[in-house]
């Protein structure tokens, strides 16, 4: 384990990779954001209910093994490239993170510490156990502080970028559950994209991109029948693979 990831299961060759670049709030006690710390609880700082859902899928067998970022996305943004802007956010949703204002030395410190190893982490997995499918798993705000006359209906939304090998199938099974579903929504994979972009896309490997709405996944009860909804979802999705 490393303080810029966390992996549960065992990858498979073969086999399903989670990877949740937002799974987590926490801040090392040597990094001040200069934020109130009541922020770590909004989905400014975390991406809420992924690592719970994330878990359950490990712990059926939905997924063999799921990569889950070690610090929130406030301390730095893994699903961004690396000279992009936003990695090191200075703001969010209306919010200042006067914390992460650094000059050259404590931004190439604070991706050499986390965005790296996050990543040579994922790299390494995929190049030992190349995976049949990587499924990246994020959550969204139903409504942005900032944009509040922007309505998010969808209770998932699927992303992908150039590869839409799986999204087809991703979008029908997930409405066969009943779910409203956002094709590219509530933000495109063609925009924001990085992650998958990297180890999916530039590796050759299926893979699709879940949003889940947080009002949805906020407890435990929803947070399990989101996991089984998107177990039954792989099982269908991997029936493309090879098509």
Not at 51 to 78: K, M, P, Y
Not at 178 to 197: C, H, W
Not at 219 to 234: I, K, N, T, Y
Request: charged residues 20%; glycine residues 10%; aromatic residues 4%.
């Amino acid at each position: 384990m490393s303080e810029a990831w966390r992996q549960l299961g065992a990858a498979r060759a073969g086999g399903i990779l989670l990877i949740a670049d937002h799974a987590s709030a926490f801040v090392p006690a040597d990094i001040d954001l200069g934020i109130d710390p009541a922020l770590l609880r909004e989905h400014i700082a975390i991406d809420i209910g992924v690592a719970e859902v994330a878990a359950l899928l490990v712990e059926s067998g939905a997924v063999d093994a799921a990569i889950l970022g070690g610090v929130s996305r406030l301390v730095v943004d893994c699903n961004r490239e690396e000279d992009a802007p936003g990695v090191l956010p200075i703001a969010s949703d209306g919010h200042a993170v006067p914390g992460n204002a650094l000059g050259d030395v404590g931004r190439e410190a604070r991706l050499a510490r986390f965005f790296r190893p996050y990543h040579d982490h994922i790299a390494a997995t995929i190049a030992a156990h190349r995976p049949a499918m990587i499924l990246s798993l994020h959550s969204f705000t139903p409504a942005l502080a900032a944009h509040p006359e922007q309505a998010r209906p969808w209770h998932v939304g699927v992303l992908y970028n150039e590869d839409d090998r799986l999204a087809a199938a991703a979008i029908a099974a997930l409405a066969a559950e009943g779910l409203n579903v956002g094709d590219q929504l509530p933000y495109s994979g063609k925009l924001l994209n990085a992650t998958m972009n990297r180890h999916a896309e530039g590796n050759g490997i299926p893979y699709v991109g879940i949003e889940m709405r947080q009002d949805l996944v906020r407890d435990a009860a929803g947070q399990a029948l989101f996991a089984e909804r998107l177990a039954r979802m792989c099982k269908k999705v991997t029936l493309n693979i090879g098509e």
